[in-house]
């Protein structure tokens, strides 16, 4: 984008800060691109006042141009979208104004006088999905003129995590780490000490009865400092989550059923994976084991470590099993 081609006025829509931090300095780099000096005012909600908004975009007497950034612009006062709204109907011609606003109703009054005054809409929306993060990963070596493998894209993922900023420098690390294609071998290099390190990952091999592996990653995710009471944490959400898909659940829509395993609704069907194996009984058993590691871990043992490897084993082991 060229400085002459920036709209005068732009509205960004989405939740996802980084997208949204990327689209604003995209746009102040394109008119400082052809002005250095460009003076650029980027304010938050508290930091504006009818005052401000009419001391950054009165017109200048000596024709600087301005950009004039609003964040969070659906949480602006019902006077200050008024006068906002205002500014709108008669902008000023060397003053190029951005809105960031999360969409949603509230505040729709302002998004709506915005798009009628002709702005330039930009959408960024956060991810919900799987496949979308995966994508956002291959965009994100595409930008850097690097490619990487569809198996090395889902290993990152899983060792960082849905965090965009997280998945955006680990994705920046290994462009500047790395030389031709990354692969998943790239990845494992970088970052498997930190999917090694989370609860999370010490669950998941756990309640997919991978013993061996859980046990080596709840080694070192103890070693690395994880809280024990963090790590049971993620035992007792797996294996909730696996006590929902478990079940026979006609006519319930998948929104439903990841709100009530407390998960993102990309993630059922790794849960659905996991479930297989799996009896009501041995759901159970494993609850019971976690509520006892909880009393252990919080004062009525003497050593979290061992009442968590006792955890992991015993719920490894009530996989598949059927009490009698």
Avoid at 110 to 123: P, S, W, Y
Avoid at 182 to 199: I, L, M, N
């Amino acid at each position: 984008m060229s400085s002459a081609s920036v709209p005068p006025l732009s509205i960004i829509v989405g939740d996802e800060e980084l997208l949204v931090d990327r689209a604003v300095a995209e746009l102040v780099a394109a008119v400082r691109a052809g002005d250095l000096e460009v003076d650029v005012h980027d304010l938050v909600p508290s930091q504006v006042t009818a005052g401000k908004l009419v001391e950054v975009t009165s017109p200048s007497l000596f024709g600087e141009r301005r950009v004039v950034v609003l964040r969070s612009a659906q949480d602006l006062t019902k006077d200050l979208v008024a006068e906002v709204t205002g500014y709108l109907k008669d902008p000023a011609d060397d003053v190029v104004m951005v809105l960031a606003h999360a969409g949603g109703a509230k505040g729709k009054a302002l998004l709506e006088a915005a798009t009628k005054a002709g702005a330039t809409r930009i959408n960024c929306a956060k991810p919900t999905k799987a496949a979308e993060r995966l994508q956002f990963i291959k965009g994100e070596f595409s930008r850097a003129d690097r490619q990487i493998t569809a198996d090395a894209a889902q290993a990152l993922l899983d060792a960082v995590g849905s965090d965009l900023r997280e998945i955006a420098a680990a994705c920046t690390q290994l462009v500047v780490d790395t030389d031709g294609r990354v692969d998943a071998a790239a990845v494992a290099r970088y970052h498997t000490g930190k999917a090694e390190a989370s609860g999370f990952t010490v669950a998941d091999r756990t309640v997919e009865g991978r013993l061996p592996e859980a046990l080596e990653q709840l080694r070192w995710s103890l070693a690395v400092g994880t809280a024990p009471v963090l790590i049971n944490s993620a035992l007792a959400g797996a294996v909730r989550g696996l006590a929902v898909v478990a079940q026979p659940q006609r006519g319930v829509a998948d929104a439903e059923l990841a709100k009530r395993a407390k998960v993102p609704p990309w993630k059922l069907r790794t849960l659905r994976q996991q479930a297989r194996g799996w009896t009501p009984q041995g759901v159970a058993r494993a609850m019971a084991v976690i509520a006892e590691t909880d009393a252990l871990i919080k004062g009525a043992g003497r050593d979290p470590a061992y009442a968590l490897e006792r955890a992991v084993i015993e719920i490894a082991a009530a996989r598949g099993s059927v009490l009698r």
